[in-house]
C-alpha cells in the first residue's frame, strides 16, 4: 500500500473542520488565551469549559473574526481564516450564537431568520429595489427557506411576533435558528443553556442533537451546565486562565485531577 | 386575506387619484406663496428620506445632509443656468471656460447633482463609516462645512459669496417637485422592503450580530450612505430650482438640524412619518416667521418678539420633542390600510351599545 500515507492523511484533513495552532490572545499585558491547540472533527460536538474568566468567548471571537489573534493560526476546513472579518467567516459556513442573546430586537422572528439568508443574494441593490425577476425569484427563495426553517424550529408560530416579546428560551432558540439560517456546517453556541431551568437545559440538549442530525452539522460549544456538557460532548477541551489545563472524552476530563483542581478546588469556585 | 389585498389596492389607486387631482387643483388655484410652501415640503420631503435611510434604517448618526443637498443645488444652478445669462451672473469673475458652454436640461443636471452627491458620499464615506457613532456624526458635520467653504471660493465654478441666480425655476410646478418626491418615496418604500433594507435594519439593531449573519458591515453602511446622498442631492437640485438663486450661506450645517427635526419628530425608522413630520415642519417654520416681526399687544409692544425668536422656539420645540417623544409621531412604524381600517373598527366596538354593555359586565 504505497498510497497509504498522502490518502490517509487528505481523508484526516478532510475530516477535521476546525483546527487552530498556537492561537493567542494578549490584551496590554493579560494573556487571555495562551497558545490553544484545537482540533475539531466533521459531525463531533465539542466543548469548551472552564471556570468565569478562563478565556472562553476570547477564543470564540478568535475563531469567528470578532478578535485578530495576537499570534496563532486558525483554519476552516484547511483554509487559513486567521484575522479574516466576521461576516466574511460567516459566509465560509461557520456561523454562531451569543453569550448574552444578540437578537435584532425590534424586528420580527420571521425577518430575523431572513436578515441572514441576505448575503446569499446575488441581486444587487438597483434589482432588488426595482424588483427585476431574478430579484422576486431571490426573495422568493429566501422566503421559502426561512419559513421552513422556523417550522423545523418549532417557531412558525411565532413568525410575526417581535423579537424581543418572546420568552427567553425562545429567544435563545431563535438565536440558534438565525445561526442556522447561515446555512453552516459548524456552529458555535457560546453558553447556550445560560440562563436555563434544568427542563429547558434538557430540551436544548435534545434540541441540539437533533440539530445536529438535521443539519449534518459540527457543533462547538461553551457551556457550564456540566450535565449538559458531559451528555452530549464526543471531546471537551477546559481551559483556565487562558491555559488549556485538559482534553479528551467526558470520562477522561472527569478523571482529569487539573480539571477537577480548578472546578472543584478553590472554595469560591464550589459556592457558584 | 384575500379581499383585505383587494381592499388595499383599490384604497392605493383611490388615493393616487385623490393627490393627483389635488396636485393638480392646487397648481392651478392656490396663491404662489402657498404653492411655494407646498413645494418646499415636498423636497423637504425628499431630503428628510434620505436622511432617514441613512439615520433611522441604517442607524448611522450623520450630519451631512446640507453638503449632499448643496452639491445637488450648485450642479442644477450651473448647469442649468441658461447660457446667455451666464456672462451677467458671472460678472466679478468669469466662469470658468470648461464649463462655461455646457448647458445641461433640468432632467440631466437634477440627475448629475445627484451622482456627485452620491460620489461625494462614498469618498467621505469610504474613510469614515469605519467609524462608530459620535465620530461619524462630527466627521460628516465636518464635510458639509468643507463643502460650503469650496463653494465660497471656487468662484470660477460657483459664483463664490455672490452666488447663482436666474436659475430656470422648474421645481415651482407643484408637478416637478411632488413628482420626483412621490418617485423617492416609492424608491426608498422598495428599498427598505427589500433584502438589502432588511440589512440596513441589522446593522442599526445590532452591527455586531448582523456582522456575525454574513453582512458585510462597510459595504452596506457605505451603500445607505450614498444612496442617501444621491436622494439628498436630487432634493437640494429641486430646493435650488425652487428658490430660483443658491449661495454658500444657505447651506450651513443648522440647514441639517431642519431634517434632523423632521426625522425625529416623524419618527426615526418611519417613511411616513417623514413625510407627515415634513409637512409639519415646513409649515411651522413658515408659522414661526410671525414671531420675528415686532408684536403689539394692546398699545404696548412685547420685546421678546424680534428677528431670531421664531429660532428660540425651534430650539426649544426641538428640546421638548426629544424629551418627551423621543419616537416622534410615528416611530419605526408605517401607515397601512390595515392599521387605518382596524382604528376605526375600533371605534366602532367601542361605541356601539353592546361592546359597551360587554364592558360594563367585566
Not at chain 1, 234 to 252: A, C, H, M, N
Not at chain 2, 129 to 153: H, K, Q, V
Not at chain 2, 171 to 187: E, P, R, T, Y
Request: charged share 20%.
Amino acid at each position: 500500500m504505497s498510497i497509504k500515507d498522502p490518502a490517509i492523511d487528505k481523508v484526516i484533513d478532510k475530516n477535521v473542520v476546525l483546527r487552530t495552532e498556537n492561537m493567542t490572545m494578549q490584551f496590554g499585558g493579560v494573556v487571555a488565551v495562551d497558545n490553544l491547540h484545537l482540533t475539531i472533527r466533521e459531525h463531533q460536538i465539542v466543548a469548551l469549559i472552564g471556570p468565569n474568566g478562563a478565556g472562553k468567548t476570547t477564543a470564540f471571537n478568535m475563531i469567528t473574526g470578532v478578535y485578530t489573534p495576537s499570534s496563532g493560526k486558525i483554519f476552516l476546513r484547511g483554509e487559513d481564516i486567521t484575522g479574516m472579518s466576521p461576516d466574511k467567516i460567516t459566509r465560509k459556513g461557520c456561523a454562531r450564537t451569543f453569550q448574552n442573546i444578540r437578537l435584532f430586537k425590534d424586528l420580527t422572528v420571521f425577518e430575523n431568520i431572513i436578515i441572514a439568508k441576505h448575503f446569499s443574494m446575488k441581486s444587487n441593490v438597483f434589482s432588488a429595489t426595482l424588483r427585476l425577476p431574478s430579484a422576486i425569484r431571490e426573495e422568493k427563495r429566501m422566503r421559502e427557506e426561512s419559513e421552513q426553517l422556523l417550522e423545523r424550529m418549532g417557531l412558525a408560530d411565532a413568525k410575526n411576533d417581535i423579537a424581543s416579546s418572546l420568552p427567553y428560551g425562545k429567544q435563545r432558540h431563535l438565536e440558534i435558528a438565525r445561526a442556522l439560517a447561515t446555512n453552516p456546517s459548524l456552529l458555535l453556541l457560546d453558553e447556550p443553556a445560560a440562563g436555563m431551568n434544568p427542563q429547558e437545559t434538557e430540551d436544548l440538549t435534545a434540541s441540539i442533537m437533533q440539530i445536529r442530525k438535521d443539519f449534518d452539522l459540527t457543533v462547538f460549544l461553551i457551556e457550564h451546565h456540566m450535565d449538559l456538557v458531559m451528555e452530549i460532548s464526543d471531546r471537551i477541551y477546559v481551559l483556565d486562565f487562558g491555559q488549556t489545563i485538559g482534553k479528551g472524552s467526558p470520562d477522561e476530563i472527569q478523571n482529569n485531577q487539573r480539571v477537577v483542581e480548578a472546578y472543584l478546588g478553590v472554595d469560591d469556585d464550589a459556592e457558584n | 386575506m384575500n379581499n383585505k389585498k383587494k381592499r388595499n389596492i383599490i384604497c392605493t389607486a383611490v388615493l393616487a387619484v385623490i393627490v393627483l387631482i389635488l396636485i393638480n387643483f392646487a397648481n392651478d388655484n392656490l396663491d404662489a406663496y402657498i404653492v411655494r410652501i407646498l413645494n418646499l415640503c415636498a423636497i423637504y420631503t425628499i431630503i428628510g428620506l434620505s436622511m432617514n435611510l441613512i439615520n433611522g434604517f441604517t442607524g448611522l448618526f450623520s450630519l451631512g445632509q446640507a453638503g449632499f443637498m448643496a452639491i445637488g443645488a450648485y450642479s442644477v444652478a450651473v448647469f442649468n443656468l441658461p447660457l446667455d445669462m451666464r456672462s451677467s451672473v458671472f460678472y466679478m469673475v468669469p466662469m470658468n471656460p470648461i464649463i462655461a458652454n455646457i448647458h445641461l436640461d433640468f432632467v440631466p443636471a437634477l440627475l448629475l447633482g445627484g451622482v456627485l452627491a452620491g460620489l461625494a458620499a462614498f469618498l467621505i464615506g469610504a474613510p469614515v463609516l469605519r467609524l462608530r457613532g459620535d465620530y461619524l456624526a462630527i466627521a460628516t458635520l465636518g464635510f458639509s462645512e468643507i463643502i460650503r467653504i469650496l463653494l465660497t471660493n471656487w468662484q470660477s465654478v460657483t459664483n463664490g459669496a455672490l452666488g447663482i441666480n436666474k436659475i430656470p425655476d422648474n421645481a415651482n410646478n407643484m408637478w416637478w417637485s411632488f413628482g420626483v418626491a412621490i418617485i423617492v418615496i416609492i424608491l426608498i418604500a422598495l428599498l427598505i422592503k427589500s433584502s438589502y433594507g432588511r440589512a440596513f435594519k441589522a446593522i442599526r439593531e445590532d452591527d455586531i450580530a448582523a456582522e456575525a449573519m454574513g453582512i458585510n458591515l462597510f459595504k452596506h453602511k457605505v451603500m445607505s450612505f450614498v444612496i442617501g446622498g444621491f436622494f439628498a442631492g436630487i432634493g437640494g437640485g429641486l430646493y435650488a430650482s425652487l428658490l430660483g438663486t443658491v449661495d454658500p450661506k444657505q447651506f450651513y450645517f443648522t440647514l441639517t438640524y431642519n431634517f434632523l427635526l423632521i426625522i425625529v419628530l416623524g419618527g426615526m425608522g418611519s417613511i411616513s412619518g417623514t413625510i407627515i413630520a415634513s409637512f409639519i415642519v415646513t409649515g411651522g417654520l413658515e408659522l414661526l416667521r410671525y414671531f420675528d416681526e415686532p408684536l403689539t399687544v394692546a398699545g404696548y409692544e412685547l420685546t421678546m418678539f424680534r428677528a431670531g425668536f421664531s429660532m428660540v422656539i425651534y430650539s426649544v420645540l426641538l428640546m421638548v420633542i426629544v424629551l418627551f417623544f423621543r419616537n416622534g409621531i410615528m416611530g419605526r412604524t408605517e401607515l397601512s390600510w390595515d392599521r387605518f381600517f382596524n382604528f376605526f373598527a375600533k371605534i366602532k366596538t367601542r361605541f356601539s351599545p353592546k361592546a359597551a354593555k360587554e364592558d360594563g359586565t367585566k
